[in-house]
């Protein structure tokens, strides 16, 4: 099955260190987003690509930055994370047509900063 | 400003009884609205959208543009209903296509 797909599933990292989280797709779709869910707050958009040249800011940005390497890979790096990183990011993708602007959501990666 | 509001963080209700989750949006222009769902442990997944006028797993959810609503109803609630519930708008927003989440909604079934 199409999927999307994304690694590490768990991280521990400490304050400063350089982190990236990859995800990957095999759905074939040109659009790709990287969010982060925080209680309380819902999912929030971080970067989100069109295609492979196309790269763009979300709501919340900062502290962080994208890759897109191929169409089926989007990257995420915090250069130097910080505790209010702590977080649960998740990778998403959508090809819009006839039904409209579905987007299809990874597993999500849990990543803890001390 | 394109928001979505889901009023209730938590609900709980028992098996059998009705549910209504909340979800107000505001947009300029003519919403795409989609209810998601995640279980436990499984990743974020779509429930229903407003343009298909579907029920799945029971749920259903009308847009009331009058309102500018979108509530997910289900006529009596079974417990593996019990996930976080999201509601989004897609729309076109600083020139792009876009989905944006409300607050999300807990919903607890009790046996």
């Known amino acids: 099955d199409a999927d999307v797909t994304q690694t590490p599933r768990n991280r521990i990292t400490k304050t400063g260190k350089r982190i990236m989280l990859e995800c990957s797709q095999t759905k074939g779709h040109d659009r790709m987003y990287w969010y982060r869910q925080d209680p309380g707050l819902g999912l929030r958009l971080i970067y989100y690509?069109?295609?492979?040249?196309?790269?763009n800011k979300g709501e919340i940005s900062d502290g962080y930055s994208v890759s897109r390497q191929a169409q089926a890979k989007f990257s995420l790096s915090l250069e130097s994370a910080i505790p209010n990183q702590t977080a649960l990011y998740f990778c998403a993708t959508s090809a819009p047509g006839l039904a409209g602007h579905e987007q299809f959501f990874g597993p999500g990666t849990r990543l803890t900063v001390l | 400003a394109q928001r979505v509001t889901q009023p209730e963080k938590l609900l709980s209700v028992f098996k059998g009884a009705p549910v209504e989750l909340k979800c107000n949006y505001s947009y300029s222009g003519s919403p795409e609205l989609f209810w998601y769902v995640q279980y436990s442990r499984q990743r974020l997944q779509l429930l229903l959208r407003h343009i298909s006028r579907e029920s799945i797993k029971g749920f259903t959810a009308d847009l009331n543009k009058g309102e500018t609503s979108f509530h997910l109803k289900k006529p009596f609630a079974q417990e593996e209903d019990s996930a976080m519930y999201y509601c989004?708008?897609?729309?076109?927003?600083?020139?792009?296509?876009?989905?944006?989440f409300g607050q999300g909604t807990r919903l607890t079934i009790n046996p």
């Open positions: 989004a708008l897609s729309g076109r927003l600083q020139g792009a296509q876009k989905l944006v």
């Open positions: 690509s069109f295609d492979v040249k196309d790269i």
